[in-house]
């Protein structure tokens, strides 16, 4: 069955410190990669996403994240975090196929202390 | 524009009893999401309506689960009876469709926390 997992449930920053989240996936097909994020209190929302191209991509608030397909990675990061990037990170896959869905991962709470 | 809208947001009941959640997606959205989110892990999807039609409920328990989208827009879910398993997130997302050739974006509502005593 398809999984994905994201190593880290629990991170805690210094502002300024940089930010890797790994995110690795099991389904060997054609994938499409997400990461969400839910701020305190507030709703899941998309952060960034890859379907194909330039395997580096670029979201909202100085987000990126890296698609190494070798390793069936997706990893998010951020070279300087701020304290209002304190919220849940979830990493999610959706399968190309006919039976599209996503997958999320368990999450990584991320807190950023100021 | 107006989000993905759900109610009630907190909803606590005793065991064996119903309990139904209400979702109204982002107008022009065909596809709509239901979501089960417990406590430390991801959402995982319930079912997938595209328009009225439920296309993939395959992790949906039916025996005490049911949802519908009468008129393709507005959905509920219903628990009957509730069990203590069930306190959780309950979430409702919507897109414009699946995505089957492509993709396209889910957008998320606030959830229904369920507290199950």
């Known amino acids: 069955a398809q999984s994905v997992s994201q190593h880290n449930h629990h991170v805690i920053l210094s502002e300024a410190a940089s930010l890797e989240l790994g995110c690795n996936y099991s389904?060997?097909?054609?994938?499409?990669l997400f990461w969400y994020v839910q701020y305190p209190g507030q709703h899941l929302q998309l952060l960034l996403k890859y379907f194909s191209g330039d395997p580096l991509v670029k979201g909202i608030k100085g987000f990126e994240a890296e698609f190494i397909k070798s390793k069936f990675s997706f990893n998010l990061r951020k070279p300087s975090v701020q304290w209002s990037d304190t919220a849940e990170y979830f990493c999610?896959?959706?399968?190309?196929?006919?039976?599209?869905?996503?997958?999320f991962g368990s999450g990584t709470r991320l807190l950023v202390r100021p | 524009e107006a989000g993905v809208v759900q109610s009630p947001r907190y909803k606590i009941i005793e065991k064996k009893q119903p309990v139904a959640f209400w979702c109204n997606p982002i107008s022009g959205h065909n596809t709509l999401y239901w979501y089960l989110q417990n406590l430390g892990q991801g959402p995982e999807l319930l079912i997938r309506y595209e328009n009225e039609e439920a296309v993939d409920d395959s992790q949906l328990p039916k025996d005490r689960f049911s949802a519908e989208r009468l008129k393709g827009v507005d959905s509920t879910l219903k628990i009957q009876p509730a069990e203590l398993g069930d306190s959780a997130v309950y979430l409702c997302?919507?897109?414009?469709?699946?995505?089957?050739?492509?993709?396209?974006?889910?957008?998320f509502g606030p959830g229904t926390r369920l507290t199950v005593l």
């Open positions: 997302a919507s897109s414009l469709d699946s995505g089957t050739s492509g993709y396209n974006e889910q957008f």
């Open positions: 999610a896959v959706g399968r190309m196929d006919s039976s599209y869905k996503l997958i």
């Open positions: 389904y060997g097909g054609t994938v499409n």
